[in-house]
């Protein structure tokens, strides 16, 4: 797919282009934020991910005249063409100008809480909106994947699910937001290239299956792979093939090396897992490690650690996290809240509503302010109106009012920080290894009942006050007295 992502949009975004550009409606500007509602995997929180695209999306963005040439052929429903030569024009001398604050990579986030906040030209706002949902949606979802198989696991994970990923370009954004979401390495060489993430892998059943014995096979590996190779000892018989590592491993201790690993990728894991373990160990090859792969997830790995009490003591992990399994889309949606007429000082905040409380929006210029209890631990998130700063610490639950929570006296720091400003990035989001960082160091400071995969807790986060009454007022303009909306 070509780099530029001025295209990256979909057709509505650009049919409101030109008809706001016909009521000179282009001169609006505008605020738009990007939330999601439910956190994914029906857990307590969501690693965000996908700044770095987003940065890539901004430095990139540039309709060429080729764009402008093929949109000149879309046809109207009826005669003639969809967009005037006159608009295309003016699509054609955009230079991109909007500001973006976005949430750091490997933060943890909330469900209905703004991560990303576009303020600037209205027509700008709108040709964006499909490159950045796509950008944070999908890498947030991975990120979230990553680290929920990450803390269930005892040991270093290993991504491989370019193969079953969704597309080339879904296949390596999937491998670099699952670094940032926990994972140790990435089997995806493009990825790798392209992001510096560290690879890892080993050969295939083809190797061994291609080979007279499959003793030959794995003498002749390692011959070419000295350092710490791992072996796959599942492709004919799971116990013969541990037998021959152990031959091999025995060879290698002759000649200075050492054997890395076996992997069991099939059968029963936490079984073969206790063999392998205890032959190994009988061997005198104790330092040799366990990997195990096979449609792993977090709920799998949580099953063979605790239930299974299985020896494994690292993992492979691909389908199931590339592919984000059990839930296919983060679901994030890009709101207006914000308008400035031309020639104003002040932003206008607007609503959407809905008949659906929980897909009614937040009026104005929105930012998250997060608070962190005396042992350094998430205390709760305030949602606040730039142009209304807090006055006071309490926040209240956007859709129950009498849930509130106190916040005063806690430290604080502002989630949103500056990307880009005026068109142009000037805070490059960290590499993925910096940002994964940022991932240990957030769940570091969640709370463990946040965390946990069944019926976790409920993180705070809530409206200030001023945005609570703000919200309220506008809800009230909109749902006039006497207004029936009981059906």
């Not at 002040?346 to 609503?351: C, G, K, L, N, T």
């Not at 106190?406 to 990035?425: I, M, S, T, Y």
Request: hydrophobic residues 40%; contains cysteine.
């Amino acid at each position: 797919m070509r780099n530029n992502p001025a295209l990256f949009t979909d057709l509505y975004e650009l049919t409101m282009a030109q008809a706001a550009w016909t009521h000179g409606q282009d001169k609006l500007e505008a605020s738009f934020y990007l939330h999601f509602r439910d956190n994914p995997f029906n857990g307590g929180y969501a690693i965000a991910c996908g700044a770095a695209r987003v940065a890539e999306i901004v430095a990139d963005f540039k309709i060429e005249q080729d764009d402008i040439d093929y949109l000149a052929t879309l046809p109207a429903t009826s005669d003639g063409k969809l967009f005037s030569p006159e608009f295309l024009q003016a699509l054609a001398d955009i230079t991109l100008s909007v500001d973006i604050d976005c949430v750091s990579e490997g933060t943890a986030v909330f469900a209905h809480e703004p991560i990303l906040r576009v303020t600037g030209p209205f027509c700008q706002c709108l040709l964006l909106e499909t490159a950045l949902l796509n950008a944070l949606n999908f890498e947030t979802l991975i990120a979230t994947k990553a680290a929920r198989i990450c803390m269930a696991a005892s040991g270093p994970v290993a991504e491989f699910g370019a193969r079953r990923a969704q597309g080339l370009d879904g296949a390596v954004s999937a491998s670099r937001a699952a670094i940032v979401g926990g994972c140790a390495s990435t089997s995806n060489i493009l990825a790798a290239k392209l992001y510096d993430l560290p690879v890892s892998g080993t050969h295939s059943h083809a190797w061994v299956m291609a080979a007279a014995s499959e003793l030959e096979a794995f003498r002749r590996f390692v011959e070419v792979f000295p350092q710490r190779p791992t072996l796959l000892v599942d492709t004919y018989d799971t116990i013969g093939g541990i037998k021959n590592a152990i031959i091999v491993g025995h060879e290698m201790q002759q000649r200075g090396q050492q054997l890395g690993s076996v992997r069991i990728d099939s059968g029963d894991l936490a079984w073969l897992s206790l063999k392998a373990r205890e032959m190994l160990d009988a061997a005198g090859l104790e330092y040799v490690q366990v990997v195990a792969s096979n449609d792993l997830d977090e709920n799998t790995i949580t099953s063979l650690l605790t239930e299974q009490t299985s020896r494994i003591d690292a993992w492979g992990v691909g389908t199931r996290l590339a592919c984000a399994y059990n839930q296919p889309a983060l679901g994030g949606v890009y709101k207006l809240s914000a308008i400035r007429e031309p020639g104003q000082p002040d932003f206008r905040p607007v609503i959407k509503v809905s008949d659906q409380i929980q897909k009614s929006t937040l009026p104005g210029l929105l930012a998250i302010r997060r608070y962190f209890d005396t042992d350094g631990l998430m205390a709760g998130d305030m949602i606040f109106d730039l142009q209304n700063p807090p006055h006071t610490d309490l926040i209240t639950d956007p859709f129950n009012p009498l849930r509130q929570k106190d916040l005063g006296g806690l430290e604080h720091d502002e989630v949103l920080q500056p990307l880009a400003r005026a068109g142009r990035v000037i805070s490059p989001p960290p590499a993925a290894l910096k940002a994964r960082e940022n991932t240990l160091r957030n769940l570091e400071r969640l709370s463990p009942s946040i965390k946990r995969l069944l019926n976790p807790h409920s993180y705070p986060v809530g409206l200030e006050a001023t945005l609570l009454q703000q919200r309220d007022e506008l809800l009230g303009a909109v749902r006039a007295p006497g207004q029936d909306d009981m059906v």
